[in-house]
């Protein structure tokens, strides 16, 4: 594959966006949904970056890989403790200042107390966040929608949180950053994907990064990410892996699925506290010359092992 020159998985759609869900789910959900079907993975992106404006665009060659540096102790960091167990995530306030700011804000009144987890792609990514189970608005519903913060530093790993919401109109799909949150898991790096991979970008410890570590960069530059689960991985992954009421098909665009889990998944408490209270130095380790293909599952077993040393 040529640089730049878009890519679709026609045997695996599911492994390369987020699928449409049941139309009963809430209506902005439906645009977004509908586009992430369709979404051509990192070659694309790096194209469509270059031709937005000066300011929107992206140097891949000088991404720095912050989301793998050990934190100040002084860091803020989300706790989310759900039903399934604990989380904990870095939050990059540099990087993402406005959202950073919104979601502090919601944590420390109890906004996402509560909340549900509403749509779960196998091992792909989860939706949490959300007043009801289904992702519906409801009177309690935070609505407030922040303008886009993308960064060259920030990419979706595998335990990236990224800011979800509507896009800002049928002529700027840019997809703003809501109260509600993506969870990021990890597509399969198998041999073909990660020749893609590398046809797609220049950047050797980027993709690398991706390879070892899991992740799903076709999400890459198109939402807010701004925080990175480093500790409670086992119970990250849980929640990854739930089952769901109706799955999505092969093709990842199956209009009957239901992505809701089958039992209910709650964070009961969702608060911010400090890195240097909650350490996970393991965690903060990269292989920057790796060069065989890992699948999604080897790359979640070494973070699991990094996140207990």
């Given at each position: 594959m040529k640089k730049d020159q878009p890519y679709v998985d026609k045997d695996n759609n599911t492994s390369r966006g987020v699928p449409m869900v049941r139309r009963k789910m809430m209506t902005y959900f439906q645009f977004s949904l509908i586009a992430l079907i369709f979404v051509v993975v990192f070659a694309a992106i790096y194209f469509i970056s270059k031709a937005i404006d000066g300011k929107n665009k992206i140097d891949y060659n000088s991404a720095e890989l912050i989301q793998y540096e050990l934190p100040a102790d002084d860091t803020k960091v989300a706790?989310?403790?759900?039903?399934?167990?604990?989380?904990?995530?870095?939050?990059?306030?540099?990087?993402?200042?406005?959202?950073?700011k919104y979601f502090e804000g919601l944590a420390e009144s109890g906004y996402y107390d509560g909340t549900h987890v509403f749509a779960v792609q196998d091992g792909v990514y989860f939706m949490g966040g959300s007043k009801t189970s289904d992702g519906t608005d409801d009177s309690d519903t935070d609505k407030t929608e922040k303008s886009p913060e993308k960064s060259k530093d920030l990419w979706p790993f595998y335990g990236a949180l990224a800011a979800y919401g509507n896009q800002k109109s049928a002529f700027n799909t840019q997809i703003q950053a809501g109260s509600r949150v993506l969870f990021i898991g990890s597509i399969e790096f198998d041999k073909e994907t990660c020749e893609q991979l590398d046809s797609a970008s220049d950047n050797t410890k980027l993709n690398n990064a991706f390879k070892t570590k899991g992740g799903v960069p076709n999400f890459s530059q198109q939402y807010t990410i701004f925080a990175q689960?480093?500790?409670?991985?086992?119970?990250?992954?849980?929640?990854?892996?739930?089952?769901?009421?109706?799955?999505?098909?092969?093709?990842?665009?199956?209009?009957?699925?239901?992505?809701?889990?089958?039992?209910?998944?709650?964070?009961?408490?969702?608060?911010?506290?400090?890195?240097?209270?909650?350490k996970n130095d393991g965690f903060f380790t990269l292989n920057e010359n790796a060069d065989t293909a890992q699948t999604a599952d080897s790359a979640l077993d070494n973070s699991a092992d990094s996140a207990e040393k």
């Open positions: 706790v989310f403790e759900t039903n399934l167990g604990t989380f904990k995530a870095v939050l990059y306030e540099d990087q993402a200042p406005e959202y950073c689960v480093y500790d409670g991985l086992e119970a990250y992954e849980d929640v990854l892996r739930a089952q769901v009421i109706t799955p999505s098909d092969s093709s990842g665009s199956d209009k009957d699925a239901d992505l809701r889990p089958k039992q209910d998944i709650t964070f009961e408490k969702v608060y911010i506290s400090t890195y240097g209270e909650n």
